[in-house]
């Protein structure tokens, strides 16, 4: 199924899709370094873990590399984890650290996982600024499009 993106009340944005693997791969993919950093991102960026701490109050810092070369400090500070179905975040760059809250939510779903992230940003201007200048809508859709596929190749592993 193709991601779908909206737009809700004046500061969110919430994208969907539904996943070919099961909810504890597609969790698993994005909440190991090993893993995130093979697909995160939108097309054509470059994901580098520089450290992760996956929990309550433990931060993942990353730099995403885009196809200009330009590379792009993140950080995101986990605010709560329910294994397998829900994490939320703060998500910003190491001088500021919530530029927008964002909730990733796993539900297994016909045979599969359906994937939603929903970002608040702190005002109408700042989430309309994103995804007029930076695509932030068209940026979601294929990341989440790169998890489908990269957890679509992988194997479940054995207990």
């Known amino acids: 199924m193709e991601p779908q993106a909206q737009l809700i009340g004046d500061r969110g944005i ?13 969790w698993k993919a994005c909440t190991e370094p090993e893993h995130i950093d093979r697909w995160w991102g939108p097309d054509g960026f470059i994901n580098r873990t520089l450290r992760m701490d996956f929990r309550v109050g433990g931060e993942w810092e990353y730099t995403m590399t885009g196809p200009d070369g330009t590379v ?7 605010r709560e984890i329910e294994p397998i179905s829900r994490m939320a975040y703060d998500h910003g760059e190491p001088g500021d650290p919530k530029q927008f809250e964002a909730e990733l939510r796993f539900e297994a779903k016909d045979g599969g996982t359906l994937v939603t992230l929903h970002t608040l940003f702190t005002s109408k201007e700042a989430r309309d600024l994103v995804v007029e ?4 809508m068209e ?3 294929q990341t989440l499009a790169h998890l489908d596929e990269y957890t679509g190749k992988l194997k479940v592993e054995a207990p």
């Open 133 to 136: 200048q930076y695509g932030a």
């Open 139 to 141: 940026g979601g859709k």
């Open 72 to 78: 792009w400090p993140n950080l995101i500070t986990y």
């Open 14 to 26: 919430i994208i969907t899709r539904h996943m070919r693997a099961p909810q504890a791969l597609v």
